[in-house]
């Protein structure tokens, strides 16, 4: 029942698994662990185990387990001679990098599995909680089953989370464990399709490859242990050398301070000496600067004498500086009344500049109102296109919640869904749009497509798109160039909402059989089939498979739609997986193969079908009894066109399509489906010979 207990302690009934983020190892921190060291010990575990499993009482056993079992073995052992090889100068160094090197550990580990076998509840005769059990274990098995598969197919994604027994045993299919696989059979005709099934799966088993590896590691604990004693020796021996230091230290302090005060004394008498010393000197100083001042009285009279002398030279060679400094002046003045006439010219030069920068001013005004005028018309635009795109937002959310439910059947595309809810929604969205298309006019709105604003893009092809909804404007659009222009943008711009409202918009027009013709001329297809290889949203991928699927409603378009990639285009779409897109995919696949069938009972086409020579007959098959009642009819109606050309029979029986055919005839919901059906298994002698061989009553 996807809960995990412990059978050595069945009260542990809901235990996690735990995965190591770096190296991916599962482990179950809530079950018991238990060390083993002799046979016995272990022998009686495994009993007390066995005795704790869930059995039960069906029509096909009397002890039937009602769960999956798993018994996991833990091995460890010391790897000894495995030590590598460290040169060293000294054998110190030998012995240290020895100490430090940690044994090395090799682990291992063991799971035996006992799964429980999968059961049919009509066999078995199940009710009450062992159906609920039964349930359980067939959707476990089925997740096995899966993974399986996936790794047989090299598949990029194995879904091991989605059940606990699959992520208990991820190393054992495609991991680094050796895994055997035993499968049980039975000869009786009654479980021919069990026993068919079993070996089959045990097929895919065989093509698994694991890479098996030695899981070897370091024992960090016991080195550990060995350093903590290295450690506390080392801190004991550390100890002893600082006391010792200490004392040393205090010795050296001593005979510092002895020798420090003897040199002291010493600098106290050095110092006493040299003061007497210089005392001396500055006695000796006085007397001699006494001396020199007297005899420098007697010579200051002759020294005045020669000062006048030296004056009168000065003011001679003062007023010959004068009389040059008059002429400098003259020269000074002269040269102002020049710079004076200068400026009066330059005056007359600014009063006619000061004109024309008036004049060019006036112009500067002139081009500011212009650009403001421009400026107000193009906010008004995008106040307007973003009211529109807000409008349309608002009714692609309103589409959105109105769910898968509300489908009409047929072949319509999700445009024409999306134009029935616009005329649903209200007058007011109609006559917004209708107003900015009045007051705008096509052309300006189809510009803005163009504009260098990403925004404006956005909401002018928003804009393109809610006009392109209704049939009055598909022809205005496309006779002013907007298919073109949306075909451009399409293949230019790398934003992903221009895309997805693109391609709505390309859905919408590829309703009309001249615009179908016209988008193919232009390299339509190759520009979709692009935009389906780099689109992430499963919006875009939809409408762009809307698209396609409306091209490939044209009997016309048949071969140039496949030679220019449509129907791979289509076949790459469903790996996106989303409902919504599936849906239009085999809406797609089923207009062609009706086109096909048609040109088939006409007799222009001859030779098998280009949906079984590109692929797409496997898929068909798969989702031919899909859960979502809109893949599943579609799907259905093309195995129908398909099956009604003979040379196409033999292909779909070695693909399993017989049996699919066989229950449209019996169980689908739609008359007309379940009649074509009916009439196609009846007028094929290829599918009669089938049903006989697989003694099918019909």
Request: proline fraction near 3%; charged fraction near 30%.
């Amino acid at each position: 029942m996807e809960s995990l207990q412990d059978l050595l302690d069945p009260t542990n009934d809901n235990i996690s698994i735990v995965e190591e983020p770096k190296s991916g190892d599962v482990s179950l921190p809530g079950a018991t662990l238990v060390e083993i060291r002799d046979q016995q010990s272990f022998l009686e575990l495994l009993r007390l185990g066995e005795a704790h499993r869930h059995a039960a009482n069906t029509k096909l056993n009397t002890e039937s387990s009602r769960s999956h079992a798993l018994l996991m073995v833990h091995v460890k052992r010391t790897v000894k001679g495995r030590e590598p090889a460290h040169s060293s100068d000294n054998g110190n160094s030998t012995s240290m990098a020895r100490s430090l090197r940690p044994p090395l550990v090799r682990k291992g580990k063991l799971v035996v599995v006992d799964l429980a076998g999968s059961e049919r509840i009509d066999k078995s005769g199940s009710d009450g909680h062992t159906r609920e059990e039964a349930k359980s274990i067939n959707l476990s098995l089925s997740a096995l089953g899966k993974c399986i598969n996936a790794l047989a197919e090299n598949s990029a994604h194995v879904p091991v989370r989605d059940s606990k027994l699959t992520r208990l045993l991820r190393d054992s299919f495609g991991g680094t464990a050796r895994t055997s696989l035993v499968i049980t059979v039975g000869p009786s005709p009654r479980h021919r399709g069990e026993t068919a099934s079993t070996i089959m799966f045990g097929q895919r088993a065989m093509k698994v490859e694991n890479m098996l590896k030695l899981k070897e590691e370091f024992d960090y604990k016991s080195l550990a242990r060995r350093l903590d004693i290295q450690l506390d020796k080392l801190i004991m021996e550390h100890e002893r050398k600082q006391k010792a230091f200490e004392v040393e230290i205090e010795r050296i302090t001593a005979e510092a301070q002895n020798r420090i005060s003897e040199a002291e004394r010493n600098y106290a008498d050095a110092m006493e000496k040299e003061r007497l010393k210089y005392q001396k000197d500055y006695m000796e100083s006085i007397k001699k600067l006494e001396e020199k001042w007297m005899m420098n009285q007697q010579n200051q009279g002759n020294e005045r004498k020669e000062q006048m002398v030296h004056i009168a030279e000065e003011v001679a060679e003062v007023k010959k500086l004068l009389s040059k400094e008059t002429s400098l002046r003259k020269a000074a003045e002269e040269e102002v009344d020049n710079l004076k006439s200068q400026l009066a010219q330059l005056k007359m030069l600014e009063a006619s500049a000061n004109s024309e920068i008036l004049k060019l001013r006036k112009m500067v005004e002139d081009e500011v109102c212009q650009k403001e005028k421009l400026e107000g018309e193009i906010s008004m635009l995008q106040s307007q296109l973003l009211h529109l795109s807000f409008e349309a937002d608002e009714t692609r959310k309103r589409l959105d919640r109105g769910g898968p439910g509300k489908v009409p059947g047929g072949l319509d595309s999700p445009v024409s869904q999306v134009r029935s809810q616009l005329k649903d929604s209200g007058n007011g969205e109609k006559a917004s749009v209708a107003k900015l298309f009045e007051q705008v006019g096509l052309q300006k709105i189809l510009s803005l497509l163009e504009a260098e604003d990403a925004d404006v893009r956005i909401h002018a092809v928003k804009v393109v798109a809610n006009l392109a909804a209704e049939e009055t404007n598909q022809q205005k659009i496309v006779a002013a160039g907007g298919l073109k222009s949306l075909l451009m943008l399409l293949g230019s711009s790398e934003d992903e909402t221009i895309h997805r409202v693109a391609a709505g918009a390309i859905a919408n027009l590829a309703m009309n059989e001249k615009n179908q013709e016209l988008i193919m001329s232009q390299g339509g297809i190759s520009l979709l089939s692009t935009t389906a290889s780099h689109a992430k949203d499963p919006q875009t991928l939809r409408m762009v498979a809307g698209a396609i699927a409306n091209l490939c409603g044209n009997d016309k378009l048949q071969t140039k739609l496949r030679g220019e990639g449509g129907i791979k285009a289509l076949l790459e779409i469903v790996k996106c997986g989303h409902p919504d897109v599936l849906a239009q995919v085999a809406r797609g696949i089923a207009n062609f193969a009706k086109c096909e069938s048609r040109a088939s009972t006409q007799g222009s086409k001859t030779g098998r079908s280009v949906l079984i020579e590109d692929g797409a007959l496997p898929w068909i098959v798969q989702n031919a009894n899909s859960d979502a009642s809109p893949i599943r009819r579609h799907t259905e109606l093309a195995l129908c066109h398909l099956a009604q050309h003979e040379v196409n029979a033999k292909d779909m029986i070695s693909e399993g399509a017989l049996w699919e055919l066989v229950r449209i005839s019996q169980d689908c919901p739609r008359e007309d489906i379940r009649t074509l059906a009916h009439r196609t298994l009846a007028s094929s002698p290829d599918f009669i010979a089938g049903l006989k061989r697989l003694r099918l009553d019909y």
